[in-house]
């Protein structure tokens, strides 16, 4: 006669678990047995060996580790957008003058057809040529930033002028004579204008 294994279906479907039915559910159990209320007095449970002024003193020290990073990423943030900007402005200045040495080697071609213009005969057919010749020429240099210093009549600048000689005729501290005009390129001077001034 052999064993007969049983049945798991035959097995009392009411045995009850104590680990799977409870009235109240592990988490529920468990804050009870943490709940002061319920954990005092000759029922204790645990006892409370919590130091509140260490957990305290970390709090403090988590939060100014916080601050030092945020402090530290506001800083990089500031030197990236100066760099930036540094960037951006000498981008801005190697475009303005690039042409500083072409152009200033264009001033003598003006100073030629200018001096031409003067000496030409108003009747010859080859002054009109240099004239439309020099008035093209400065017009290229006015559109790429270039601007001429004449400053005659106006107060003597020695940031813009250079004096080499005395005018007589001119007054004091002023410029009366003109020997060659001075040019500057998006505001940087190219080359001086050379003049007489009054005394």
């Given amino acids: 006669m052999s064993e007969q294994t049983p049945n798991p279906e035959s097995v009392d479907q009411n045995v009850v678990h104590d680990n799977i039915e409870h009235s109240d559910s592990i988490l529920e159990e468990t804050m009870k047995e943490f709940d002061p209320q319920n954990n005092s007095g000759e029922a204790a449970i645990i006892e409370n060996e919590i130091n509140l002024d260490t957990f305290t003193a970390r709090i403090a020290e988590l939060e100014g580790e916080v601050k030092q990073a945020k402090e530290g990423t506001a800083r990089a943030n500031a030197e990236a957008y100066n760099a930036q900007k540094r960037m951006e402005q000498e981008a801005d200045k190697s475009k303005k003058f690039a042409l500083q040495k072409f152009a200033k080697e264009l001033l003598d071609i003006v100073d030629n057809l200018e001096r031409a213009m003067e000496n030409a005969d108003a009747n010859d057919p080859v002054a009109e040529g240099v004239q439309l010749t020099h008035k093209a020429l ?23 002028h250079e004096a080499v000689g005395i005018d007589p005729e001119a007054a004091a501290d002023t410029v009366g004579t003109v020997l060659q005009k001075g040019y500057s390129l998006n505001g940087r001077l190219l080359r001086p204008a050379m003049v007489r001034v009054g005394q």
Avoid: C, R, S, Y
Avoid at 143 to 158: H, L, S, T
């Fill in 138 to 160: 400065v017009a290229v240099l006015t559109k790429n930033g270039v601007e001429v210093v004449d400053p005659q009549g106006e107060k003597f600048n020695a940031d813009f």
